[in-house]
């Protein structure tokens, strides 16, 4: 069954503190890995989709890399408007479905 | 561009009334999808359009909720009646084919009941 699991639930960093936040997934056939920014209140905001294993992408202090097994969205110098929550979702070959972890809180402090 | 436009935005309600969510879809997409999302179990499918036409409804949770897509521009998400339990953030999605396109959300309606 394909499923995604989102790690840690929450994070407080410091303004300027770099961190990760990991999506583990099981997926038959990748065709894509998303990530979305969510802010209180709002829909999901597309951030990145990555296709294949060593596949990175970057978007001002985001950057997000892809292996077979798990994503990571590494946060560079955080500032407060940073602070959202991350979601991920990935779908799978044979499918239109999109399977969404339950995201990170990521709160950074000034 | 316009983004998936979603209507009402809130929405409060007494358990047993109607509701009805709609949803305009970005314009050339698709495929669309609403989802609900509460704390305790993330975001949910309750049903997949393609081509206008329901492809799978099995996460509509039950028969009070329907949907319907008369047109590529425009979908109803409706609640007959509602119940406390109902109460979440339903939101609305769209793409270009599906499978490994990425989907864009609408801003979500929130929706109380009491």
């Known amino acids: 069954e394909d499923q995604v699991t989102q790690s840690p639930e929450a994070l407080r960093l410091q303004e300027g503190e770099s961190s990760s936040l990991n999506c583990s997934y099981t997926v038959s056939g990748l065709r894509g890995l998303f990530w979305y920014r969510q802010d209180p209140g709002k829909g999901p905001e597309f951030l990145f989709t990555l296709y294949s294993a060593g596949e990175e992408k970057e978007k001002e202090r985001l950057k997000a890399t892809l292996t077979k097994k798990e994503s990571f969205l590494h946060i560079t110098a955080p500032k407060p408007e940073d602070s959202a929550t991350y979601l991920c979702?990935?779908?799978?070959?044979?499918?239109?479905?999109?399977?969404f972890g339950t995201g990170t809180r990521l709160k950074v402090l000034a | 561009d316009a983004g998936v436009i979603q209507s009402p935005r809130h929405e409060v309600t007494e358990m047993g009334q109607e509701v009805t969510l709609r949803c305009k879809p970005i314009?050339?997409?698709?495929?669309l999808f609403w989802y609900r999302q509460t704390m305790m179990r993330g975001l949910e499918l309750l049903i997949y359009f393609n081509n206008n036409v329901p492809i799978d409804d099995s996460g509509m949770p039950e028969d009070r909720f329907s949907a319907k897509m008369p047109n590529a521009s425009f979908s109803t998400l409706k609640i007959q009646p509602s119940e406390p339990r109902d109460s979440a953030v339903y939101f609305c999605?769209?793409?270009?084919?599906?499978?490994?396109?990425?989907?864009?959300f609408g801003e979500g309606s929130w929706l109380t009941v009491v």
């Open positions: 999605a769209s793409t270009l084919g599906g499978g490994g396109n990425t989907i864009y």
């Open positions: 314009s050339g997409h698709n495929s």
């Open positions: 979702a990935v779908s799978g070959s044979g499918t239109y479905k999109y399977i």
